[in-house]
């Protein structure tokens, strides 16, 4: 393989040789995070916004383990997908395996609490960054959702941190509490979590959403989750990023008809 790279002639050449010769996973990976490095580029040029390594590294993580979710037929390969890219399933595994993907579904919040779901999602061709929010109680039954928008594409991190705030912010505003918030952004669940000192953009939004849930929410929480139990908040944030204006749904949108009805069975 690193004879052919070297003859080929250029970028275009390596691409295409090492999709030919890698292993299924590998080319898996190798496409998901050139990908993600093109995302990482056009920020750079068209918002001056620079990303971290990691931030790019967890996106193509995320692209793969949803993809092959989406594409796997069984239980185990859908556990073995949400496991990671490099997760092999053995037979001596598989009970577990089966366990840990009904663990991965959305899971009806404890009685007498509701569940607030929220999630970004970044649309370079509309040139928006789209906030769903949806709120369900502990039946799994339809609440209320926000879609909202900023007409602009943020880092995925600083994205995905606007959506918590945005969630705090409204709920505050309805004076709700018990309140389970689920993101599927990892990054951002860490660092509400964290003490460390962050003075970044993502850091102030942070410390923004630390004063509005120590100020207005008594027994709330904020957790992380698998994107596949956030399922309508990204249905709801990829609407929002045709959106100009927020929107309040009190009845429950279309786009997430099917998703509700199907996670309260």
Known sequence: ??????????????????????????????????????????????????EGAAVAIDRARVLITDWQITNSSTPERRTAAAAGPSTHLSANTATTAVHEVEQHVWQKPAPGRLKCNVDAAFSTNLHRTGIGVCIRDEEGAYVLAKMLSFPCVHQVA??????????????????????????????????????????SEFGNIITSCKALFSAFFVNSRVEFIRGQENAAAHALAGEATFLASPIIYYHIPTCIETIIFNEMQ
């Open 1 to 50: 393989m690193s004879h052919s790279i070297v003859e080929s002639a250029n970028t275009i050449d390596v691409i295409f040789t090492l999709l030919a010769d890698l292993p299924v996973m590998q080319k898996q990976v190798f496409a998901a995070t050139v990908w993600s490095l093109w995302i990482h580029q056009n920020l750079k040029v068209w918002e001056d916004v620079t």
């Open 158 to 199: 600083v994205g995905e941190a606007m959506g918590l705030f945005e969630a705090l912010q409204w709920l505050s505003d309805m004076s709700f509490d018990n309140i389970n918030f689920e993101l599927d952004s990892k990054i951002t669940c860490d660092a509400f979590h964290s003490r460390r000192e962050d003075v």
